[in-house]
């Protein structure tokens, strides 16, 4: 099932509650949305929903390299995840894995992320598939909430990355 949802440059395609794929098309150079996904401190300004802040957001782009990113809710709550990156093709193609953590820092569940970067008369075409591999009885409220957690964080991305055009600094 394909939908438009409000905003003509997004596509949100469920071809499962085990995988989402979502297409946005960002009027930005493939080269500054794909710095946007790999260095942290531009990470930390869009990553997660509406109202979160990224406090800890730590990367280490390379294949085997670490994810590391707590996002804090508008309520206070912290929401440790972790991952591994396993591919990078620079400025094409992202892979990695991630995993929300429970309050002993057990994996609830994870998720395998292929992000792919398509330049076309200087926009970027951004393709996120999100397809769940683990998970655990404690994740259910969690994965419902992935399909708004991500077509936000992409929202905020796309503003984000406005704004450093507008600036001139990447």
């Not at 990470?43 to 990224?54: I, K, L, R």
Request: aromatic residues 8%.
């Amino acid at each position: 099932m394909a939908e438009k949802r409000n905003n003509p440059a997004l596509t949100v395609t469920t071809a499962s509650e085990r995988e989402l794929v979502i297409t946005r098309v960002f009027d930005a150079p493939r080269s500054l949305v794909f710095k946007a996904w790999t260095d942290p401190r531009h990470v930390a300004e869009w990553w997660g929903p509406q109202g979160f802040t990224n406090p800890v957001c730590e990367l280490d782009v390379r294949p085997g390299g670490a994810i590391r990113i707590h996002m804090r809710g508008p309520d206070g709550t912290l929401y440790p995840m972790t991952g591994v990156y396993q591919e990078i093709v620079e400025p094409e193609r992202l892979i990695f894995t991630s995993a929300a953590l429970d309050e002993e820092s057990n994996p609830l569940f994870e998720v395998l992320h292929t992000v792919t970067f398509a330049e076309q008369g200087g926009k970027t075409t951004l393709t996120l598939q999100a397809r769940v591999v683990k998970t655990t009885a404690k994740a259910a409220p969690y994965l419902a909430g992935m399909e708004a957690g991500w077509t936000q964080s992409l929202e905020r991305l796309g503003g984000y990355v406005a704004k450093v055009l507008r600036m001139g600094k990447i």
